[in-house]
């Protein structure tokens, strides 16, 4: 197969670092009110519920905003490729 040209594709691997980031703004909103007792031997289920939570919600907005506005995104070029004449597209 040749590189026929190119396209622009958000990049994916540098969300990593928005999703973290809006994930904690999430979670930091939604316990704002809780008590400020940390003890590290006792575990949370509902902390761990809304990180979950906090986590979905900020995927999905990620995944919308990329379908909708994916030019707002940092983006790379992503070979596009055609087969050869010896080779079968299938």
């Known amino acids: 197969m040749k590189v026929a040209g190119y396209d ?3 990049d994916l691997s540098r969300m990593g670092p928005t999703l973290l980031i809006a994930s904690a703004l999430i979670l930091a909103i939604r316990t704002a009110r809780w008590p400020a ?8 289920s509902e902390l761990d519920q809304e990180i979950d939570y906090a986590v979905l919600l ?6 919308r905003l990329i379908k909708q506005k994916e030019s ?4 790379r070029r992503v070979e596009r490729y055609e087969p050869g004449e010896d080779e079968d597209p299938a």
């Open 58 to 63: 900020a995927t999905r907005t990620l995944s």
């Open 37 to 44: 007792i940390f003890d590290e031997n006792l575990v949370s």
């Open 8 to 10: 622009q594709r958000p």
């Open 72 to 75: 707002m995104f940092p983006s």
